[in-house]
């Protein structure tokens, strides 16, 4: 007799939760389609009144603008429906016993590049991690304690790599500040362009070096090192060159060693050496030469642009001197070239102009055997497009840190790096995003488990009792014991 009992009491206890779950979630549906209707109404409203205005002010510039903001305001009105959307969803499938609701008046205000929005979120409890959580971040992937949304936060770091951190702030509008800009940047944990799966074969590795002279807060200066690695160079029209598989590498650090690993690193992952030549080409100072210890058995070529740059240095604007100076220079003759600077030298009687032709004749003598690379190496372009367009073309004061993470994200635009994956990196995988998702939407189909061979029952979960301690609570788990 108790045995029916329990049964009867149970299953009048289930259907009216079930009941009261079903017009709770349809009175909610109703509400989120009429909420839609009228964001659908809203817009068509305003885009009748932006034609008269338009038409009345005969401005298409006008228009432009009014629809544009028309578009936003759409845009963040969806998302947040979006946001309501997705908890309903997840009120409907969370299993009720192990996810209780703690909060549903819970709001978030989010920056985004339709502006500003408001989330109003239900705040969930999970009793097996014993951890609240907001299931519309879970589910849609919203970062956890952040203003400003990742993909406005990939667009702002992208700006401020290409232009600063003033700049970036004004492309959106002025919707955060420029520190807000510099923090995004600051706070990046690596930026690491990823490399090629498979090996290549080439005959020719070409790896081209040079840097860039940037002032520090203290009134010093550093150097930005920059290197990058391709398999030669190929025509794309008349007077117009590109390298092929160009991969760029920066480094403020004074050991060579950092910058010369990583090269090291990308070159033995991405090609097969066993039939293939390295080629470094550089201005002879000495970390780029540093790269030879690295790599035994590449030879290394003389920057023929810092070659021409120390004969027009010495020539002082006689044509026939500098001529003189390259050929001895391509036919390797030492002693062709000494008697030069010795004709140069003695011509001036100031102390820092023979100074300056002896550090160029010993410059020359070092690198002579060095030069005659065919192929053409453009490392002082690359310095000035990558590095000084950003770095040093402007009057700035850099921090090592800093001057290393712009020098990075530099270097991983150019390398085609996506900017929201850089953004995404050290956050929650989408593998850990699915397990989470799994635990909480598991569903229990059968409430109560019973065995017909043990006259031991396991102890009935009803909705509305588990965690609360009232009289009614304790009246039902009475009846039910």
């Not at 338009?54 to 578009?71: D, I, R």
């Not at 952040?146 to 993909?151: H, K, P």
């Not at 290394?300 to 050929?327: C, E, P």
């Not at 840190?401 to 989408?430: C, Q, S, V």
């Amino acid at each position: 007799m108790t045995f029916f009992i329990e049964n009867f009491l149970l299953n009048v206890l289930n259907s009216i939760s079930k009941k009261m779950a079903f017009l709770r979630n349809k009175g909610r549906k109703m509400k989120m389609k009429e909420k839609i209707k009228t964001i659908i109404g809203e817009c068509i409203s305003g885009i009748y009144s932006m034609f008269e205005e338009a038409l009345n002010q005969k401005s298409f510039v006008f228009a432009v603008k009014k629809t544009k903001n028309l578009t936003d305001n759409l845009g963040a009105r969806i998302l947040e429906t979006l946001c309501e959307r997705a908890d309903f969803i997840f009120e409907t499938q969370r299993d009720k016993h192990q996810v209780t609701i703690k909060d549903r008046s819970k709001t978030r205000r989010l920056i985004t590049e339709l502006g500003e929005i408001t989330l109003n979120r239900v705040c969930y409890f999970d009793k097996r991690r014993g951890k609240r959580f907001f299931a519309v971040d879970d589910m849609l992937g919203i970062e956890k304690r952040s203003r400003v949304e990742q993909g406005l936060q990939a667009k702002l770091i992208e700006q401020a790599t290409l232009t600063s951190f003033g700049k970036s702030s004004a492309a959106v509008n002025n919707a955060v500040s420029r520190q807000t800009v510099y923090n995004l940047t600051k706070k990046l944990k690596s930026v690491e362009t990823k490399s090629h799966s498979k090996r290549r074969e080439v005959q020719d590795i070409y790896i081209e070096a040079d840097e860039d002279h940037i002032h520090l807060q203290n009134g010093k200066s550093t150097e930005v090192k920059l290197v990058y690695v391709h398999d030669g160079v190929k025509t794309i029209c008349k007077d117009r060159t590109q390298l092929e598989n160009v991969r760029y590498f920066v480094s403020v650090d004074d050991d060579p060693d950092k910058i010369w690993n990583d090269v090291a690193q990308y070159v033995h992952q991405n090609y097969s050496m066993r039939n293939s030549k390295i080629h470094i080409s550089g201005d002879g100072a000495y970390w780029i030469k540093y790269g030879q210890r690295i790599f035994h058995k590449a030879q290394y070529h003389i920057d023929k642009f810092h070659i021409q740059k120390s004969a027009t240095i010495v020539a002082k604007g006689n044509k026939k001197v500098r001529s003189k100076i390259l050929l001895a220079m391509r036919q390797q003759d030492s002693k062709s070239l000494k008697a030069i600077f010795q004709e140069q030298y003695f011509k001036y009687i100031e102390r820092t102009e023979r100074r300056t032709i002896t550090e160029q004749y010993f410059y020359l003598l070092n690198n002579i055997d060095t030069y005659g690379i065919k192929n053409r190496c453009s490392a002082e372009g690359h310095v000035s497009h990558i590095l000084s367009a950003r770095m040093s073309s402007r009057p700035m004061g850099w921090s090592k840190i800093g001057a290393e993470k712009i020098a990075k994200l530099r270097a991983y635009y150019f390398n085609g790096g996506d900017f929201l994956d850089l953004i995404r990196n050290g956050k929650t995988t989408m593998e850990n995003m699915q397990e989470i998702y799994t635990n909480r939407f598991k569903a229990q189909n059968n409430i109560v488990k019973t065995s017909t061979s043990s006259s031991v029952y396991e102890p009935y979960r009803v909705v509305g009792i588990e965690g609360h301690l009232t009289p009614i609570s304790r009246i039902l788990r009475g009846l039910l014991k």
